[in-house]
């Protein structure tokens, strides 16, 4: 059965603080690390207040320091926002502390408004440079060769440190084909372009020193809870949240909510159901069918879950029945396989 991971955006809930964020961001991947998930990523966004990862390789440090076996990385680091040397020593530092744990994935939106972005003093047109940006990243992972005698990433020289693409659009997968890298979808709030992507990355795919064969990830939303109903109560707070973006607000989660038709119009929720359309969203034998549907429907190597509940009881619970449902999915699988 492919392996499941979490992408985490330590979310702040209403009513708490960053602190207790990241101290939840901890528990939870070290409960995944019991639950056999293969690995635990986060993600850089900025002047959000809702969003605490925004320093994503110190977050990153903090949560392998609190495991012992489950890989940590970036889902991911906005690439633009940075000198890809930076990223290269801090990722070289992150594996020298935990070696064969780190993943780098890498992106080339800014993860924030054009106002944040020029706080970070982000050159308006360094997206464009994200395919060279990219392979600078990747060659201070080389040996040292003497190609480069003047500019050395210490720690970074030599590792083996995983360099995965991630996108949201064809862009992400054209670039991860071309290269022969790993490649990881946000059909978690972006499902629209996800075949095409993965059709593209696949058919298009150049074997590298790095993978031989293409290999994707795919990314969703689960809210597991032990009912239908249960399960949609908490799936909306996720929806408020978007809601919020989408009329130009960043604000904390929410409490979930018994009926968002009393908040908003129905052409916004109907707008919001296509943008959290990649979705598994009800009890344990709901979850499975909707997780099964995608696994057959993208062919994914991996899947890497969120879970956007405002309780982090809740949360756990949720993630500890998507394990269990990835167990059950191993289960059929076998089975099958012995007709």
């Given at each position: 059965m492919i392996p499941?991971?979490i992408l985490?955006?330590s979310?702040?809930?209403a009513?708490?603080t960053?602190?207790?964020?990241?101290r939840?961001?901890?528990?939870?991947a070290q409960?995944?690390e019991q639950?056999?998930?293969n690995r635990?990523?986060?993600?850089?966004?900025?002047?959000?207040?809702?969003?605490a990862?925004?320093?994503?390789?110190v977050?990153?440090g903090?949560?392998?320091?609190g495991?012992?076996t489950?890989?940590?990385?970036?889902g991911?680091?906005?690439?633009?926002?940075?000198?890809?040397?930076?990223?290269?020593?801090?990722f070289?530092t992150?594996?020298s502390?935990?070696?064969?744990?780190?993943?780098?994935?890498?992106?080339?939106?800014?993860g924030?408004?054009?106002?944040?972005?020029?706080?970070l003093?982000r050159?308006?047109m360094?997206?464009?440079?994200?395919?060279?940006?990219?392979?600078?990243?990747?060659?201070y992972?080389?040996p040292d060769?003497?190609?480069?005698p003047?500019v050395?990433?210490?720690?970074?020289?030599?590792?083996?440190?995983p360099v995965?693409?991630?996108?949201s659009s064809?862009?992400?997968?054209q670039?991860?084909?071309?290269?022969?890298?790993?490649?990881?979808?946000a059909?978690?709030?972006?499902?629209?372009e996800?075949m095409?992507?993965?059709?593209?990355?696949?058919?298009r795919?150049k074997?590298?020193?790095y993978?031989?064969?293409?290999y994707?990830?795919?990314a969703?939303?689960?809210v597991?809870?032990?009912?239908?109903?249960?399960?949609?109560?908490?799936?909306?707070?996720?929806q408020?949240?978007?809601?919020?973006?989408?009329?130009?607000?960043?604000i904390?989660m929410?409490?979930p909510?018994?009926?968002?038709?009393t908040?908003?119009?129905?052409y916004?929720l109907?707008?919001?159901?296509?943008?959290?359309?990649c979705?598994?969203?009800g009890?344990?034998?709901?979850?499975q069918?909707?997780?099964?549907n995608?696994?057959?429907?993208t062919?994914?190597?991996?899947?890497?879950?969120?879970a956007?509940?405002?309780?982090?009881?809740?949360?756990?619970?949720?993630?500890?029945?998507?394990?269990?449902?990835?167990?059950?999915?191993?289960?059929?699988?076998?089975v099958?396989d012995l007709?």
């Amino acid at each position: 059965m492919i392996p499941f991971s979490i992408l985490d955006l330590s979310s702040i809930v209403a009513g708490s603080t960053a602190t207790q964020a990241l101290r939840n961001s901890l528990d939870l991947a070290q409960h995944a690390e019991q639950w056999g998930y293969n690995r635990y990523w986060l993600a850089e966004h900025h002047n959000m207040p809702g969003i605490a990862s925004a320093a994503t390789s110190v977050v990153i440090g903090y949560v392998a320091g609190g495991t012992k076996t489950i890989r940590v990385g970036s889902g991911g680091i906005m690439l633009p926002n940075h000198s890809p040397l930076v990223i290269a020593e801090q990722f070289g530092t992150l594996e020298s502390l935990y070696p064969g744990r780190i993943d780098l994935g890498v992106g080339r939106a800014p993860g924030s408004d054009q106002a944040t972005a020029r706080a970070l003093r982000r050159d308006p047109m360094s997206a464009d440079s994200f395919p060279q940006d990219v392979l600078e990243l990747m060659n201070y992972f080389q040996p040292d060769d003497d190609t480069n005698p003047y500019v050395h990433a210490v720690p970074g020289e030599g590792l083996n440190i995983p360099v995965w693409i991630l996108g949201s659009s064809l862009y992400g997968a054209q670039l991860a084909a071309m290269l022969g890298l790993p490649y990881a979808f946000a059909s978690h709030f972006a499902p629209a372009e996800l075949m095409r992507a993965l059709h593209m990355y696949r058919t298009r795919f150049k074997p590298s020193a790095y993978l031989a064969e293409p290999y994707a990830m795919v990314a969703v939303n689960v809210v597991a809870a032990d009912t239908d109903a249960e399960a949609e109560r908490l799936f909306t707070s996720v929806q408020q949240q978007f809601m919020y973006i989408r009329r130009g607000k960043s604000i904390q989660m929410q409490p979930p909510v018994d009926d968002l038709t009393t908040l908003w119009a129905d052409y916004e929720l109907a707008g919001i159901e296509q943008v959290l359309g990649c979705s598994a969203v009800g009890s344990p034998e709901t979850v499975q069918q909707a997780l099964a549907n995608l696994i057959t429907q993208t062919q994914a190597d991996e899947l890497i879950l969120t879970a956007p509940i405002y309780d982090h009881k809740a949360r756990l619970r949720s993630v500890e029945i998507a394990a269990q449902v990835r167990s059950a999915l191993a289960a059929q699988e076998a089975v099958a396989d012995l007709h």
